[in-house]
């Protein structure tokens, strides 16, 4: 059974830092794209960074220089990295999977989810 737990989540100040962390389990990891959404309380949820089998990474333009998403090779956990935090980062994130494709999240099938974990930014 595939399992993604996060972990990481806080509160923090405005120009702080978080690290989230998603644990995989029961999934095969030759192939994959993996990424982070989140979810701000009224609004639809987004994503946020992506990363391939092959180490390309993808970002959305609102994180682009802030957040870092890295795995490393035969490691099982998936990272993100928040600097210059925002208080429009507010929000639940996710980590999910799409352990069927080995580039090419654009089209990625995200079938694996987790359970979310809150950040906070205050100003």
């Known amino acids: 059974q595939v399992q993604l737990v996060e972990s990481g989540g806080g509160s923090v100040q405005a120009r702080g830092s978080l690290r989230l962390s998603c644990a995989v389990s029961?999934?095969?990891?030759?192939?994959?794209?993996m990424g982070w959404f989140r979810q701000a309380p009224g609004k639809e949820r987004e994503g946020v960074a992506w990363i391939d089998t092959l180490g390309s990474t993808y970002y959305a333009d609102s994180v682009k220089g802030r957040f870092t998403i890295s795995k490393v090779n035969g490691k099982s956990t998936l990272y993100l990295q928040m600097n210059s935090l925002k208080p429009e980062d507010t929000a639940v994130y996710y980590c999910?999977?799409?352990?069927?494709?080995?580039?090419?999240?654009?089209?990625?099938?995200?079938?694996?989810w987790g359970q979310g974990t809150q950040v906070t930014v205050s100003s």
């Open positions: 999910a999977a799409d352990f069927s494709r080995l580039v090419g999240c654009n089209y990625a099938n995200y079938n694996y």
């Open positions: 029961g999934a095969p990891q030759s192939r994959f794209c």
